[in-house]
């Protein structure tokens, strides 16, 4: 099994930064798909972003793309998502998950099967 935990989480200005981070318990960390999801209140869970194993195909949403950049160093079994110019519609509880599957780097959540249990980002104007 994969613990999963997430940091970085906070309260920050419109504009300004945050970097999340998701330390995994296990050393097969490596050969997972590692995602980044949000869920807002009163909103259903959504993909942010996701990188496979070796870092070489990453995916996006289209509503942080620019923005946000997700990646990983498996030698500390840490997945990191940096966030630029942040604004109050990112607000959300974000959660990190990881992914035996390959395709799951295109944000399928139902191939997670491991999920931490979220940090909260709140953006303020």
């Known amino acids: 099994q994969v613990q999963l935990v997430e940091s970085g989480g906070g309260l920050v200005q419109a504009g300004g930064s945050l970097r999340l981070s998701c330390a995994a318990s296990?050393?097969?960390?490596?050969?997972?798909?590692m995602g980044w999801f949000r869920q807002a209140p009163g909103k259903e869970r959504e993909f942010v972003a996701a990188?496979?194993?070796?870092?070489?195909?990453?995916t996006y949403a289209e509503s942080v793309k620019g923005r946000f950049t997700i990646s990983k160093d498996n030698a500390k079994d840490t997945v990191y998502l940096q966030m630029y110019s942040l604004k109050r519609e990112d607000t959300a509880i974000y959660y990190c998950?990881?992914?035996?599957?390959?395709?799951?780097?295109?944000?399928?959540?139902?191939?997670?099967?491991?999920w931490g249990q979220g940090t909260q980002v709140t953006v303020s104007s």
């Open positions: 998950a990881s992914s035996p599957a390959p395709r799951a780097v295109d944000g399928t959540s139902r191939l997670y099967n491991y």
């Open positions: 296990r050393r097969t960390f490596g050969s997972y798909v």
């Open positions: 990188i496979n194993w070796n870092g070489d195909s990453i």
